[in-house]
């Protein structure tokens, strides 16, 4: 299944290797200041205390439900963008990808204006007895907001360059097309598709701008992790940077698990297994 | 879809958001302007130079950054940086080396940080107080009169949390008045309270009295007498670093001064 070649000729120049080292250590060398930052004898009680594991429980949970948002949402946005071309679709995929580059305060006041009381869809919303602001739903929709285009651009790829050989065989063969998308082209990309959900896992789980603007900040509630560092940092720098630290642990081990696998431009062979 | 394409779209977006930063960014420096005009009137006093960073609680925005104004037109060639946020997040700032000549703490606790480390030159000075208000939309959905409206049933009620300056004053007012409130969030921030409130997601929030004249129309405030339980004291001190002493001594005499007692008590703040 390793795809990489035997010859041992990688094509890079070995000054590249300086830089690429360079760049490794401007992202590790926060984390290293960071660990070497913790109260080691009062790290578990920290982490451990009711606070802590509210807010890393709510974390899982909400990052969990944003992540099924996306694959639900992100999935057929991402089969439009990359299969089927239609007037306005670049314009499309701009604003589909515009939380990428939004700061997240930014679209928290936009979700605020939609979801909220006063908000485009609120006032209905209310009427019909569902109030978002405040609840556990209004951190899943900030989350979903901004994790939603890392799942559409991880799929999008994928399905690019997977190409629609198999698709098309599979319709001349008689196949309707709903099954040749359950059968044949989400097979193909499902490593895309895996590799796009973690990373909208992983973006959901650090979200905190658009939550603390749309979702406000109460313990069980709307707390998430990175609300609880913000808020601990107030009083507790000790509490703050174990806390942090069990957040990288927790994004870590999120992304190592996923990127042990070969992902996006799989081979089709890899697909079919 | 090519690429040149998709890139061309990409930095279109980076482009238009590079410009509204930059918009931003050109609106402050309005000071500079009005420096000239008046630039005559200090001819007794010795003359005073240079430049200075004042690190102030961001309740002081509007104030602090009026004196400030105030200042430099009044001593021609000198220059007051003005940097803005929680008084902790300053604190932590400043212990860790940021370049502050003046500190102004938006309550005792946090200036005592500084002082317990040393970096504090001489006594922190007293300039202002500050107290908890009611803020409510201008319409009023909960109908809230008094403090203990606030712990109706069905009241969506936001405070600050208990780790920040303004959500331990509110826990002091419901000791002391034995009440007990069930917020619906526990901010962070003041600010991020009084957002709630004037994006009418919420009832009612727990803002200093100061909050809610900034506010303008957007909020109507209520006061409660006791809110006199919790009264936020704002020092104001020289960063023993400073390498303008001089200067820095003389900013704090104007906020402390008369000039100073004014702009702050027009924006609501109490004498301490």
Known sequence: MNRRSGTGYTGIPPWIYAIAAAGAVFVLLPLVAMVAKVNWPQFIPLITSESSLTALGLSLRTSTASTAACIVLGVPLALVLARSPFPGQRLLRAFVLLPLVLPPVVGGIALLYTFGRQGLLGKSLELAGIQIAFSTTAVVLAQTFVALPFLVVSLEGALRTAGNKYEAVAATLGARPSTVLRRVTIPLVLPGLAAGAVLSFARSLGEFGATLTFAGSLQGVTRTLPLEIYLQRETDADAAVALSLLLVAVAVAVVGLSYRRPRIGVAPEGAFR | ?272
């Open chain 2, 1 to 272: 879809m090519s690429m040149p394409r998709r890139l061309g779209t990409a930095l279109l977006v980076a482009g238009a958001l590079t410009a509204a930063l930059a918009g931003c960014a050109a609106g402050t420096p309005g000071a500079a302007g009005t420096a000239s005009s008046t630039g005559a009137g200090a001819s007794g006093t010795p003359k005073l130079s240079g430049a200075i960073t004042v690190f102030a609680a961001a309740s002081l925005k509007s104030t602090f950054t009026q004196l400030a104004g105030d200042f430099e037109a009044k001593n021609p060639g000198t220059k007051i940086t003005l940097n803005f946020a929680g008084s902790s997040d300053l604190v932590t700032q400043i212990t860790q080396g940021a370049p502050a000549d003046v500190f102004a703490s938006a309550d005792t606790k946090n200036m005592t940080k500084l002082t317990d480390a040393k970096l504090i030159d001489g006594a922190p000075a007293n300039f202002a107080t500050n107290v908890l208000e009611i803020a409510v939309p201008p319409s009023n959905p909960a109908s809230i009169g008094s403090f203990a409206d606030l712990a109706k049933p069905g009241v969506k009620l936001v405070v600050c949390a208990p780790q920040v300056p303004c959500g331990a004053a509110t826990e002091t007012v419901e000791k002391a008045t034995g009440t007990t409130l069930a917020p619906v969030s526990e901010e962070s921030s003041v600010t991020d309270v009084l957002g709630k409130v004037t994006s009418g997601e919420a009832d009612a929030g727990l803002v200093y009295v100061t909050d809610v004249k900034t506010a303008g129309d957007k909020v109507r405030g209520i006061p409660f007498a006791e809110s006199d339980q919790a009264v936020n004291t704002y020092p104001i001190a020289t960063v023993g670093t400073s390498q303008n002493k001089e200067l820095a001594a003389a900013f704090i005499a104007t906020v402390t001064g008369s000039e100073g007692k004014k702009v702050l008590s027009d924006a609501g703040f109490g004498t301490p």
